[in-house]
């Protein structure tokens, strides 16, 4: 069962654009809610995270926007730079399960 | 920082071979998984381990198995490799204090022929 559902699979954006993904959980019992960047060849690693009990989080260029009564949250890339370019996962983690549950991806590519 | 090393990067086997994929760990992490990475479908949780000679099933365990003699190394293995595991497969490992922190190996990528 798909716990967290995550769209677009395809992202292209401009440069300097905003780029924007969404995810939507389904088990309200998670504790965080992170998100990882992959590059090519290489594995995932963690971006930035949100507790439930914040709205928003904001880490240079990234944002996440929480919204606990609607179940999802976003990932905001302010001035999206071709470097920017690769595969983002949301996740939710559950402490008492011990694991991180992914969405399934979203590949980002920003046109220089 | 933590690094995850898996010891191929491509691998080729045949229908029915047994196939070993190794992970090492070097920080003395206690929690780590096995993910299989396949486009539309994220990243699925085969194994994960606790502890040395603990582990636990997944979303996705048919067809595999795991060992863990050692707390820095875990292994998948594949008993009987059909062409439906063809994958990316990611050895992850729980990076303490940040529980929902995982660092990643590059990766295998499995190919069975």
């Known amino acids: 069962q798909q716990q967290v559902k995550q769209s677009p699979q395809s992202l292209i954006v401009q440069k300097g654009g905003i780029s924007i993904i969404n995810c939507a959980y389904e088990?309200?019992?998670?504790?965080?809610f992170p998100w990882y960047q992959q590059f090519p060849g290489k594995g995932p690693a963690l971006l930035i995270a949100?507790?439930?009990?914040?709205s928003e989080k904001k880490e240079g260029r990234f944002t996440i926007s929480f919204n606990k009564s609607a179940k999802q949250f976003s990932l905001h890339i302010m001035d999206s730079q071709p470097g920017d370019s690769a595969t983002y996962f949301c996740a939710a983690f559950s402490g008492s399960a011990r694991q991180l549950t992914f969405g399934s991806g979203t590949q980002l590519t920003v046109l220089p | 920082d933590v690094k995850v090393t898996q010891s191929s990067r491509y691998l080729v086997k045949r229908t029915g071979e047994k196939v070993f994929l190794e992970c090492v760990q070097d920080?003395?992490?206690?929690?780590m998984f096995w993910y299989r990475q396949d486009p539309g479908l994220g990243l699925r949780l085969i194994y994960f381990s606790y502890d040395v000679k603990m582990k636990e099933k997944g979303d996705i365990p048919e067809g595999y198995s795991v060992s863990r003699e050692k707390k820095e190394r875990f292994s998948l293995i594949l008993e009987s490799a059909s062409t439906n595991q063809t994958s990316m497969y990611l050895c992850a490992s729980q990076t303490p204090p940040i529980n929902y922190g995982y660092t990643f190996g590059s990766g295998t990528r499995l190919t069975v022929v």
């Open positions: 088990n309200t019992a998670f504790d965080y």
């Open positions: 949100i507790r439930p009990d914040v």
């Open positions: 920080m003395d992490h206690e929690n």
